[in-house]
């Protein structure tokens, strides 16, 4: 990767220099035409096979370059391996995202240490998880003679990328699925590369299924065993989209109403994407909506919309309620120095977070009703309720955070944090 770049820029030097035997040095000034504002380019790397005789620091060297730039199943890449390898390696398994020059040193014949100072992993089991500042991680790997030349025969799992490129190379992106009742939807992130085919590879992973942290939480309303039949096709603001057979085979309207909701919610975020076209085996996927509107055409699930008319807010005599900031009915519009404020689906109860930030506290939004506690901590500092009645609240501790979920009249309960939120 890096030889191949200063090459490249050696290049673009030496012509840039050619080019200024071309450039005036006198005469008038003349006003040119306005520059029109224009998106940075992406140009992408072609990465270099194996070269015949290379050493083992050479191959492992050379599959690193390769996975630095997207390819449509990283060929190249596979070419650094056994072809057993290849055959059992898969890229989408991770992507190891590593933030200063690797260490390759050979060990033994056949064998070379790869040491990685690791930024972050990110897998469909545990989403992005931001490692300690240097880690280190080691991957001791065994080459193999075929043909006469060296080849990884135990790569890594998954794609090991370089800071710079995955900043340059990926993209974050929304999967949307449903909450358990198909109320609204809810996002789940990923990492898309930018040379790819964006709107396909988006609709692949939306139909496999959701990352296996976020699963237990949230349902989709494809089939088991859906697939996207072929590339997703975006001409003229509709991106077409052909689904598999089971996508239509025993499946209600309704669920076909609700795929279409998921695709044009994903697809909304690609450039271009206006309207959303869905088939199932060569046939629309339902008689009255073919084609489906933007995102906003489906507005109603935003997972973002607000819930209610009314506004709460906090002020220093506590909480209060729409534009003229009244306070709300019952003692906590009534309690001062306290931080933050939660209010359920309905509207009719609210939690704070106390001024000392030890304690989470709630009432019904009435004038009969007393303050109870619904948890305790000692560094409290974000409040949320949910739509099934559960309140999350934050609390930091030494060396990084932790969540608390309480319902009022239950016991609180701890959820593990994710490393990159901790």
């Keep these: 990767m890096v030889r ?3 090459g490249l820029a050696a290049a673009l030097v030496v012509a840039l220099v050619t080019a200024c035997a071309e450039i005036p040095t006198s005469g008038p000034v003349v006003e040119g035409e306005a520059v029109p504002e224009q998106l940075p380019v992406s140009v992408g790397f072609v990465p270099n096979p194996p070269v015949a005789g290379a050493s083992e620091t050479e191959v492992v060297e050379g599959f690193l370059e390769a996975m ?8 190249t890449a596979k070419k650094f391996l056994t072809p057993e390898a290849a055959s059992a390696w898969e890229p989408s398994a991770a992507i190891t995202i590593y933030s200063s020059r690797p260490a390759v040193t050979p060990t033994a014949q056949g064998s070379v240490r790869l040491t990685l100072t690791v930024e972050a992993v990110i897998s469909p089991d545990a989403g992005y998880e931001r490692r300690a500042p240097a880690a280190v991680t080691v991957f001791d790997l065994t080459l193999s003679l075929v043909d006469g030349e060296w080849r990884i025969a135990n790569p890594p799992p998954g794609l090991l990328v370089f800071k710079g490129d995955f900043d340059s190379e990926f993209q974050e992106y929304n999967l949307y699925y ?31 299924g959701p990352s296996t942290w976020l699963a237990p939480a949230v349902v989709s309303a494809f089939p088991d065993g859906t697939t996207v039949s ?18 239509s085979d025993g499946t209600s309207d309704q669920q076909r109403e609700q ?26 996927l339902t008689d009255t909506a073919a084609t489906a509107g933007p995102a906003e055409s489906f507005s109603e ?9 009314e506004l709460f807010a906090v002020t220093n005599a506590g909480v209060v309620v729409g534009d003229q900031l009244t306070p709300v009915a019952g003692p906590l519009g009534e309690l001062p120095g306290i931080h933050g404020v ?26 009969a009703s007393e303050i109870a506690e619904l948890t305790s901590g ?25 969540i608390v979920v309480a319902t009022p009249g239950g016991t609180p309960a701890e959820v593990p944090v994710p490393p990159l939120l901790a």
């Design 4 to 6: 191949s770049r200063i």
């Design 68 to 75: 630095a730039s997207y390819e449509a199943g990283y060929v």
């Design 178 to 208: 449903w909450d358990a009742d198909f109320e609204e939807l809810v996002p789940d992130p990923v990492y898309v590369p930018t040379q790819g085919n964006v709107a396909t590879l988006l609709a692949e992973a939306l139909v496999s």
């Design 230 to 247: 072929l590339p997703v096709a975006v001409e003229s603001g509709r991106a077409r989209v052909e689904l598999s057979a089971e996508a």
């Design 259 to 284: 795929m279409i909701t998921q695709l044009a919610w994903t697809l909304d975020q690609v450039d271009g994407v206006q309207q959303v076209v869905v088939r199932a085996d060569g046939v629309p």
């Design 301 to 309: 699930f935003d997972p973002n919309r607000a819930r209610g008319e």
């Design 342 to 367: 939660a209010v359920d689906r309905g509207g009719g109860r609210a939690a704070v977070i106390d001024a000392d930030r030890t304690r989470v506290l709630w009432a019904p939004l009435d004038n």
């Design 378 to 402: 000692t560094a409290l500092w974000s409040l949320a309720w949910d739509r099934t009645g559960l309140v999350w609240a934050v609390e930091r501790v030494p060396g990084g955070s932790r």
